[in-house]
């Protein structure tokens, strides 16, 4: 029953990867698009794309959280107990991001939507940065079991950290462009759907550097992750790379719906990767995820309300996507 | 340097992760009742806006909404925050009992699935969505907010009740029986006790807004409705309020003899117990100061008895398995600040439910208004007096009769870093978040709505630049932009 919630909490991790990277993403564009005159027309289509789904898009690091100390409790004492610092950074920026996106929709005056929206995108890029360098920090088996505190300072600037975190900030820049491009054009607005489209190809070849130099990173880092990486995983590493290769193709042949379905699968499978190196465990080579498995009774509640979210959330998260990609919610009711 | 670099590294992180853990869920819990309460005020002014076709109380739904849209947006990071702050700051509480605490919170989780969802489609659904289609939006919003604060609370009171697991001879949990988990002994009364008090606080404090505004002169009929919507609400909640208090004091004095010693200031067991309005505890056990009224407290605890009730008092408890008396004194200045303040709230909605009956409406001296505007502050006052009671009450304990704070608590020396940052950016978030909301509705007094379809920091319109000291101001009157 561990490895069936295993694998939900890697589904769950998944889930924020694709939906609240796709808004990470956003934030890192509405970061470099220029000043206010220059980035005005990037950020509506921005503000239009993240504005009506981002809560619900952040649930999902919440669902993380609590599924992995639910069930795994002794692993999310010993990670928060490791890796204290990002963790931190990233409540911060979480904070800094969420209020700064809503703030800047409420103010009018411009210098105040730049000091907020300044919040939100600076955070947009901290926070995909800190939570990528937690997985490297964990992926190289620098997070010790048993409520022993590692390094509070090499556990997450290290090589694979620092490949994390920089892989994780443009793999949501690349996914969010991808989006932004299909959402530009039904806008009814081809120039910018171009303007994202050059962004998406210049991040998905930027990803794929990131990821080459990256295996030689692991190699010599992160060994255990490493091997996996080129055998048992090794299918779902050539789904990525084939998803991302794919999907580099259809934005050049500007196939936007397409282009971007392919972009999602190869984040998702990057993702998908890691959860299956790092299998059967939970911190590399210290803690088993068997070992760290809550008692049956607690494991089962965990399932049934997963399987209760389905039912109740599902169903509300594909309205809401489907009002939004109708464009039925266009704007805030004034 | 190097003996103020060895000074922080030999900082007890014990007392700074209570701090910070008190102040992030004391600036959250603030939030929650308007997450919680305010879609319902809405709800009622939607609802009433399609049934009598009052453009009022549309205005005020679509406002409220904006507003709900704003305070959620800050609450949802706040509480994320604190789903951070369980690992970082008690990582050994989390590690021993996280798959017990967990379990209310995976329920928790689909709630705020859902009224994330539902808020989202509510308030960006005003235009598009047919009136009634809409409407039915936001009611699992309002679902979601009430079952939703009562998983998480669930969860507290399970620290206070703690239940339906065994340990085995390592003291590792083994058996859970989830029902026991989240339906604890604590968890009817508390989780009953926080929704009020969030419809409570919620009310109070959208009323005082609206009394402010009749204070100065807006009288009006939009004025009038934000008013009467909000503090009908808080006015019927407040009695039954009362009478849940009530049962909860009484659950303490059976569950957690130590907590209701601390409330009640009882240093000695005995029955004959005098009620000691405010007064202290000293370290040699006495109480100084304060108005006893003789035999009370053992009356209120089990009338049955009445005054041959006995109560347990500090000293049936060793030192280190009840509050210090430091901590008592705060407990019982906090019963007292929540109790007081719950009664005055009383008779001020008993004031407005007489003149209601009499006349037909809301009293309009401006002594009612005044006492109105003051009702919102003074009932958040109120709900952080009762989480210090139950808070504090339990000391030492994190797992009542299980697990002691400090065991509980991290050991990083550094949690007064993140203990100072959280307090500047939840300084500036708040006073943002206040200045925000006061400079919506200015501009909307003013007759100025957002234009729509607006850059979120682009230029504005040529046509608006250069407009002297209105320039970025908006033009278009609200009530073009009404559906």
């Known amino acids: 029953m561990s490895t069936t919630v295993a694998i939900v909490l890697l589904a769950g991790i998944i889930a924020y990867a694709i939906f609240a990277g796709a808004d990470f993403g956003a934030g890192f564009w509405d970061l470099v698009a220029g000043g206010p005159e220059r980035g005005a027309r990037p950020r509506a289509v921005i503000e239009h794309s993240v504005g009506p789904v981002w809560e619900a898009n952040h649930v999902w690091l919440i669902f993380v959280f609590v599924v992995l100390w639910t069930s795994f409790p002794e692993a999310y004492a010993s990670v928060t107990l490791t890796l204290f610092v990002p963790l931190a950074i990233a409540a911060l920026g979480i904070v800094l991001r969420g209020a700064g996106f809503a703030f800047r929709k409420a103010v009018v005056r411009l210098e105040h939507r730049r000091v907020f929206g300044g919040a939100f995108a600076l955070s947009s890029v901290l926070v995909p940065f800190a939570l990528g360098a937690i997985a490297g920090g964990i992926a190289s088996g620098r997070v010790p079991a048993g409520g022993r505190a590692g390094d509070p300072v090499d556990s997450w600037i290290n090589p694979t950290s620092i490949l994390g975190g920089v892989l994780a900030v443009a793999a949501v820049a690349y996914l969010a462009a991808a989006y932004l491009v299909w959402d530009a054009r039904r806008l009814g607005d081809p120039e910018m759907a171009a303007y994202f489209r050059r962004r998406a190809v210049a991040a998905a070849v930027a990803v794929a550097v990131i990821g080459i130099i990256g295996l030689f990173v692991l190699r010599a880092d992160a060994e255990y992750v490493y091997g996996e990486l080129t055998s048992r995983a090794l299918p779902v590493v050539l789904v990525s790379v084939a998803a991302g290769v794919g999907a580099l193709v259809l934005l050049v042949r500007d196939a936007a719906r397409g282009g971007r379905l392919l972009a999602v699968g190869a984040v998702a499978s990057i993702v998908a990767a890691w959860g299956v190196a790092q299998w059967p465990y939970l911190l590399p080579e210290s803690l088993k995820v068997s070992a760290a498995a809550a008692p049956d009774a607690t494991l089962t509640t965990v399932l049934v309300v997963v399987g209760l979210a389905v039912l109740v959330v599902v169903p509300g998260f594909i309205v809401l996507y489907v009002l939004d990609q109708r464009g039925l919610l266009p704007e805030e009711g004034s | ?483």
């Open chain 2, 1 to 483: 340097m190097g003996s103020l670099a060895a000074a922080l590294a030999a900082v007890d992180p014990v007392p700074w992760a209570r701090g910070q853990m008190a102040f992030t869920l004391g600036f959250h819990i603030i939030l929650v009742p308007l997450g919680v309460s305010w879609a319902f005020f809405t709800l009622i002014a939607n609802y009433r806006a399609l049934k009598h076709d009052d453009r009022d109380a549309l205005l005020l739904a679509q406002r409220w909404s904006k507003y709900m849209a704003v305070t959620f947006a800050v609450g949802a990071v706040t509480g994320t925050v604190l789903s951070f702050e369980f690992g970082l700051l008690w990582p050994r509480f989390m590690g021993q009992w996280g798959d017990v605490f967990g379990i209310p919170f995976m329920f928790e989780g689909i709630f705020f699935f859902t009224e994330a969802i539902f808020i989202s489609i509510y308030i960006f659904g005003w235009r598009r969505l047919r009136p009634w289609t809409h409407f039915w939006t936001g009611v699992p919003i309002v679902l979601a907010g009430i079952f939703g604060s009562a998983s998480v609370v669930a969860a507290n009171a399970w620290m206070n009740a703690p239940g339906g697991f065994t340990l085995d001879s390592d003291g590792n949990v083994v058996d859970v029986d989830p029902v026991q988990v989240i339906f604890n002994d604590s968890m009817p009364l508390q989780t009953a006790h926080m929704i009020i008090a969030a419809y409570l606080v919620g009310g109070f404090l959208v009323a005082s807004v609206y009394a402010t505004g009749m204070l100065r002169g807006r009288r009006d009929h939009y004025h009038r409705l934000g008013f009467v919507i909000a503090f009908s609400v808080a006015a019927v909640m407040t009695p039954i309020q009362l009478g849940v208090g009530d049962a909860l004091a009484r659950w303490v004095y059976d569950n957690q003899p130590a907590k209701f010693a601390a409330i009640e200031l009882v240093p000695e067991t005995g029955s004959d117990v005098p009620e000691t309005l405010l007064g202290r505890l000293n370290d040699d056990g006495t109480v100084s100061g304060g108005f006893p009224i003789p035999g009370l407290a053992s009356w209120l605890s089990d009338p049955s008895t009445g005054r041959d009730t006995v109560v347990q008092g500090l000293d049936a408890f060793p030192a280190d398995e009840r509050p210090t008396t430091r901590q008592v004194n705060i407990v019982h200045l906090a019963w007292d600040v929540m109790v007081g303040l719950g009664t005055l709230l009383f008779l001020l909605s008993v004031w407005y439910g007489v003149v209601w009956a009499f006349r037909r409406h809301m009293p309009q001296s401006r002594w009612f208004l005044r006492c109105a505007a003051a009702s919102g502050v003074l009932a958040v006052i109120a709900m952080e007096a009762g989480w210090v009671v139950t808070e504090v009450g339990r000391q030492p304990w994190i797992v009542y009769g299980h697990m002691k704070v400090e065991d509980a608590a991290t050991g990083n020396t550094g949690v007064w870093i993140m203990f100072v940052s959280v307090v500047v950016l939840y300084a500036a978030l708040g006073t943002t978040l206040v200045l925000v909301l006061r400079g919506m509705s200015r501009r909307w007094r003013q007759g100025e709505g957002q234009r729509e379809g607006d850059a979120p920091y682009g230029p504005r319109a040529p046509a608006e630049r250069g407009a002297g000291a209105g320039a970025g101001r908006e033009a278009e009157s609200e009530e073009e932009t009404v559906p």
